[in-house]
């Protein structure tokens, strides 16, 4: 049937060679520019702090915002705490590129990025009168500033665990092995449970660290072509023997609780809540440090400020409250985390806090090696690092 | 002053209603001007961006867009051999799910249209309605926990010597066929409401045994129904990421779409021009069937 306003058909094809055309004149303008932001100065941030303006938006890890200290902050800043968590530093970057946040608390694989991408601003360390008792191996470090220039403020640090089920794993693992070593894996086929974000390729390059010497691998966040294959390859052959990838904490609590998951990394936020449920899950114990004989990787993570933030004075504020030496002692022990805060160390429930979890020994960092951006440039002057991009290709080809 | 300022309203209607007065065209037109608008602009336009940003390339450390034309994209999505897997298992599924839904739906639509008493068929219809109600992250991880190594499946079905399929493709295909199920019920039992009672009386008349009616009668007819359905099934299906990521490790095209729209738009965009062109393929294979004459 033709219709009185002429053929339908006709209609679309016209209507889609505009949009064609609109396309391609959208391609045109677009080839000639190109825009990488980044690096910036302390000028540019904050210099005198103002009135509150009644909120805040955060974006943060599981366990990092609760009402326990948000609630108290509200209370004495005046400032509504809108709060997101994020399972994986890549939504905080995609969260952060909205503009709709005032600061996120980055963990170093997300804060080269936001810089680079403009997306957050220099902190004014003298408006977070709390920052100068921050302990001192945590200020102006790699993943928090930028030539020289500062990102953000400390808010605790520690490594990523190895966890498993006490009832189905014996006797206690002390090694990574139980989840990379595809030998010892093959017990727990089905069972493994690993974090599904790229940055497990560097939880098997500090396990290839320590196990195969030949490669050279020196930082598991800098990997040649060659030390980058041999970890992918590892989590390769691991992939059949993982029962499931976990991208949110949620996730993996469920599958412990449920005896579906017996062994893997985790982090202390999921390991305490599965204690509460009264799950038989064990980690290393604390006099290890937590840490398998080969290390760990793990997070130092940073509060950082939007850089059009809408409530810039309400998120310094919360910057300054959160290393409050009370409540950043409560957020590490509520999170099981070493405390940022020197004076955390004084105002801990448990008196002997700051010792267990290493607080202050420089030394122990040494064998946890913080969540980095994977770069070209792995300041050898050569190129020739896998960067971010290729992490996260080989994560999907890992996979499958 | 106040009848002078209703008068000058009036007048100002009067003149509107005078300017459509008979032009069909522009009383057409302004009425479709917002919703065809917001069609054109909104959704269109946010397509064609999306087709345009697949031609981009991104900045490996800030992961800003980096508007330089390329073709980088699409010659990985078709060299890596990863990439063909996980189209061809996502297309696999939404074809599987789409003829699972098909095969349970019909009998039920059946027995809606045509056999349940006026009050059976308003119960069926709200008990089918009903988990439409409820959020979906909740009715997915209720799955989890069936589908869980000591969950109820595991429960049920140890007795008899079978177990749960546990998490992987069978709890994918589970999870969806459930999930889409009443996308699938809804249309064909409005298709098979159309069919008159006297056209199936009339089949019997004739001799032809409840079969040969089935075959020869009800199904060409609410056969665009089924398909208009199964557009419904295979394309939620086809979009879908949340439900692998919880009932199994195997990655979909929204999951490496998912993985990517942080730090790699652009391949993130190439990738999401797969689902369409799939789509667009289906469609018209669905027009082929007539699936747009009756329904």
Redesign the interface.
């Known amino acids: 049937m033709r219709s009185r306003y002429g053929n339908p058909a006709r209609t679309a094809w016209l209507v889609l060679a505009g949009l064609v055309v609109f396309m391609l004149v959208l391609a045109g303008c677009g080839s000639s520019s190109s825009d990488t932001t980044g690096g910036g100065s302390s000028e540019e941030a904050l210099q005198k702090l103002g009135k509150g303006e009644g909120e805040v938006s955060l974006i943060s890890w599981a366990g990092y915002v609760e009402p326990e200290w948000s609630k108290p902050f509200e209370q004495k800043t005046g400032c509504k705490v809108n709060n997101k968590v994020a399972g994986t530093s890549d939504e905080m970057v995609k969260l952060m590129s909205s503009g709709q946040y005032d600061g996120v608390s980055a963990s170093g694989n997300a804060t080269a990025r936001l810089v680079a991408a403009g997306y957050v601003s220099p902190v004014n360390t003298d408006l977070v009168p709390n920052y100068k008792t921050v302990f001192s191996d945590l200020k102006d470090q790699p993943y928090n500033t930028f030539e020289g220039v500062n990102y953000g403020i400390p808010h605790g640090r520690g490594a990523n665990l190895l966890m498993w089920n006490g009832n189905d794993v014996k006797p206690a693992p002390t090694s990574w092995n139980v989840t990379m070593d595809p030998k010892v894996a093959a017990k727990y086929k089905g069972k493994i449970s690993q974090y599904d974000d790229p940055m497990s390729i560097a939880e098997a390059a500090v396990y290839l660290k320590a196990h195969e010497t030949s490669l050279g691998i020196e930082n598991p966040y800098e990997l040649n072509e060659e030390q980058f294959n041999a970890a992918v390859e590892l989590l390769k052959e691991q992939q059949p023997n993982v029962g499931e990838y976990w991208g949110e904490a949620a996730k993996q609590i469920s599958g412990f609780a449920n005896g579906d998951n017996t062994v893997g990394t985790t982090w202390q936020y999921q390991y305490f809540a599965l204690k509460e449920e009264g799950v038989p899950v064990a980690a290393s114990p604390a006099k290890q440090g937590f840490l398998p004989e080969e290390g760990a990787t793990g997070w130092s993570d940073t509060w950082m400020i939007a850089k059009n933030a809408q409530h810039p004075n309400c998120m310094y504020e919360w910057m300054n409250w959160i290393i409050e030496p009370k409540v950043n002692a409560e957020v590490a022990e509520y999170f099981g985390e070493a405390p940022a805060q020197e004076k955390a160390c004084e105002e801990t429930k448990n008196p002997n806090f700051c010792a267990e979890y290493h607080a202050e020994e420089p030394d122990f960092w040494k064998r946890v090696y913080y969540w980095e951006t994977p770069l070209a440039d792995c300041g050898n002057g050569e190129e020739d690092c896998m960067d971010y991009n290729d992490w996260v290709k080989a994560w999907t080809s890992i996979k499958g | 002053m106040a009848s002078e300022a209703v008068l000058e309203r009036r007048s100002v209607g009067h003149r509107l209603a005078g300017l459509f007065q008979g032009r069909r065209?522009l009383q057409?037109g302004a009425l479709l001007a917002g919703p065809v608008g917001w069609l054109?602009i909104g959704y269109?336009?946010s397509l064609?961006?999306l087709?345009?940003t697949a031609?981009?390339s991104?900045?490996?450390?800030?992961?800003?867009v980096?508007?330089?034309?390329t073709l980088e994209n699409f010659e990985?999505l078709f060299n890596?051999p990863?990439?063909r897997?996980?189209v061809w298992r996502t297309v696999r599924t939404a074809l599987l799910v789409t003829i699972t839904d098909a095969i349970i739906a019909f009998p039920i639509a059946f027995y809606m249209a045509k056999v349940a008493s006026r009050r059976g068929k308003a119960l069926l219809v709200v008990g089918i309605l009903l988990p439409l109600w409820s959020s979906y992250l909740v009715k997915v991880?209720a799955w989890?926990?069936i589908l869980?190594?000591?969950?109820m499946l595991h429960w049920l079905l140890n007795p008899i010597g079978l177990d749960t399929p546990?998490?992987g493709m069978t709890a994918v295909w589970l999870v969806f066929s459930y999930l889409w199920l009443p996308y699938m019920i809804l249309p064909i039992y409005a298709g098979l409401e159309r069919i008159p009672d006297s056209l199936i009386s009339a089949s019997e008349d004739l001799g032809a045994s409840p079969f040969t009616t089935f075959r020869r009668v009800i199904l060409p007819l609410s056969f665009p129904a089924v398909v208009a359905g199964s557009i419904f099934t295979f394309s939620l299906t086809l979009g879908d990421y949340i439900t692998p990521?919880?009932v199994s490790?195997e990655?979909f095209i929204g999951n490496?779409i998912f993985?990517?729209?942080?730090?790699?738009q652009p391949l993130a965009a190439a990738l999401a021009l797969v689902p369409i062109v799939v789509m667009i393929a289906y469609l018209l294979v669905a027009r082929k069937l007539g699936a747009f004459e009756h329904v």
């Not at chain 2, 869980?148 to 969950?151: F, I, V």
């Not at chain 2, 993985?259 to 790699?264: E, T, Y």
């Open positions: 065209r057409v054109v269109l336009g064609a961006i087709l345009i031609f981009w991104v900045d490996p450390l800030s992961g800003l980096v508007k330089n034309y990985t890596e990863v990439y897997e996980i991880y989890r926990t869980s190594s000591d969950g546990g998490y990521r919880l490790n990655q490496v993985n990517n729209i942080a730090n790699n």
